[in-house]
T-cell receptor
Framework: DVKVTQSSRYLVKRTGEKVFLECVQD?????MFWYRQDPGLGLRLIYF???????EKGDIPEGYSVSREKKERFSLILESASTNQTSMYLC???????????FGQGTRLTVV | GQSLEQPSEVTAVEGAIVQINCTYQ??????LSWYQQHDGGAPTFLSY????GLEETGRFSSFLSRSDSYGYLLLQELQMKDSASYFC???????????FGTGTKLQVIP
């Protein structure tokens, strides 16, 4: 079975902190994604990576950056956390020419 | 950029059929997917359409019309466990970036 693992299920951080959310997949997928999910807004794409060190901005990249130094790992970085970044963060991965994306269980981040 | 529209809520009776529509605007369209998400869970893949027409997987079917930028998910013989949120998603661009809609919350009632 494909496994996408996010490092934390719940996280509480203070405003202004630098926050790292880690995601690891074990199926050699080229594509990896970071989404945030808020009630009524669905899943909004923050960043997308299609290969090691390659990335594209999604719909809401402001306040976030990403790192993909190894194929299996995709990190989301909040440079200076703010309360409006309190949300559920979902990581996903997929093969480039396949239709199915596999999701991690999510990280519920609270910024206080 | 991409935009997808789908109804926010749908209620249907157990055993009935329900259709959830999705319209999209995107450049470099590759395909339309559907995902199911139960409360507290992660989205899981249901179906995918790259070509016009109907794809059937058990009780679930998905339809795509590329010329109309429109698709739908059809759920038959509804069961209580089908109560969940359903998301349409478009794959676009050479590397198949996946962008999701805002989701439709389906409530199945007895």
């Amino acid at each position: 079975d494909v496994k996408v693992t996010q490092s934390s299920r719940y996280l509480v951080k203070r405003t202004g902190e630098k926050v790292f959310l880690e995601c690891v997949q074990d199926m050699d997928h080229e594509n990896m994604f970071w989404y945030r999910q808020d009630p009524g807004l669905g899943l909004r794409l923050i960043y997308f990576s299609y290969d090691v060190k390659m990335k594209e901005k999604g719909d809401i990249p402001e306040g976030y950056s990403v790192s993909r130094e190894k194929k299996e790992r995709f990190s989301l970085i909040l440079e200076s956390a703010s309360t409006n970044q309190t949300s559920m963060y979902l990581c996903a991965s997929s093969l480039r020419n396949k239709d199915e994306a596999f999701f991690g269980q999510g990280t519920r981040l609270t910024v206080v | 950029g991409q935009s997808l529209e789908q109804p926010s809520e749908v209620t249907a009776v157990e055993g009935a059929i329900v259709q959830i529509n999705c319209t999209y605007q995107t450049s470099g369209f590759y395909g339309l997917s559907w995902y199911q998400q139960h409360d507290g869970g992660a989205p899981t893949f249901l179906s995918y359409n790259a070509l016009d027409g109907l794809e059937e997987t058990g009780r679930f079917s998905s339809f795509l019309s590329r010329s109309d930028s429109y698709g739908y998910l059809l759920l038959q013989e509804l069961q209580m466990k089908d109560s969940a949120s359903y998301f349409c998603a478009v794959s676009s661009g050479g590397y198949q970036k996946v962008t999701f809609g805002t989701g439709t919350k389906l409530q199945v009632i007895p």
